[in-house]
């Protein structure tokens, strides 16, 4: 039985690639040929990728210091271990960037791209060639999308990975924002810290938060019978800021070891920007969401 799935979009310029739970939208600009290298060998270093990350499932839903065997599990571990080091963090929290981060390897390496990106499920790894950019959407209500405004991302800058993650998501969160998109140097990296992020945004013990032991609703879940958001009711708009407030703190020191380079989060309407990216330079944040070469991230 053949289960990859392969498909060029309507538009003829991107890939969509798609095996089991994994779901890509690959997309590469450049001298036709090239592009046409880049994507054939997606497709091949695609094949193979569901599988391996089977065979060690069960070191990567722990975690771990010892270092797994395939290339994207490696990706996965190397983007967790220092967080591993404060936080509870398995290497699935990376998962999705990796896989991202593992397409557009394989593809820069054999061809000469001026821009190419590959969006997992709104985990984003990006490559910009000399005087490229990129703009990318960012969604407030992942459930309900729409964009609030746009990051962009030029070739000078440092940014090559783009993630978000919420309890509206197809993860699990500990925490109750609506979403978390982080901006880091890799695609691996924004996913784990979008993921901690997230669970930051919180209030503990809140009445109006539900929540339900993970392993009650997956059973080989990687968070145990830790308890995950199933719903959040009406909260106050001081309830809300104190949330905020949270994962703000812990993304500011994730921007001041050197971890991840910006971050939005948002809750019920309400948005923080962590940053330089965001912050300090206005014009890569805009909310003109028209401009070519955007990628609207779905949530993780």
Known sequence: MVRM?????????????????????????GAPEQVTRAYDVARIRFSTILD?????????????????????????????????????????????????????????????????????????????GPWTDYDVGLVDR?????????????????????????????????????AVTVLAVKASVADAAATLIANAVDLPGHPAIFRVPA?????????????????????SLAE?????????????????DGTIIACALHLAGETRTVGDVLLDQPRRLDTDAGRQGQEIPRLD
């Open 5 to 29: 799935q392969e498909r060029m979009l309507p538009d003829g310029k991107r890939l969509h690639l798609q095996d089991g739970p994994i779901d890509l939208i690959v997309g590469a600009d």
């Open 52 to 128: 391996e990350l089977c065979t060690e499932l069960p070191l990567l839903r722990q975690p771990t210091l010892r270092q797994p065997e395939g290339q994207v599990a490696r990706r996965m571990w190397r983007a967790t271990a220092d967080l591993a080091r404060k936080n509870f963090v398995t290497p699935m929290a990376a998962v999705a960037g990796s896989v991202a981060e593992e397409i557009l390897y394989a593809m820069v390496t054999v061809a000469v791209l001026d821009r190419a990106h590959v969006n997992n499920g709104g985990d984003i790894a990006i490559h910009l």
């Open 142 to 178: 992942p459930d309900n999308p729409s964009l609030f405004s746009r990051a962009h991302i030029d070739w000078t800058d440092a940014v090559r990975g783009i993630a978000t993650s919420g309890w509206h998501g197809r993860s699990f969160s500990l925490g109750i924002a609506d």
């Open 215 to 235: 392993n009650e609703l997956q059973p080989d879940s990687d968070l145990g019978t830790r308890p995950v958001t199933r719903d959040v009711g009406p909260l």
């Open 240 to 256: 809300i800021s104190m949330a905020l407030d949270h994962g703000a703190a812990f993304a500011q020191g994730l921007v001041a």
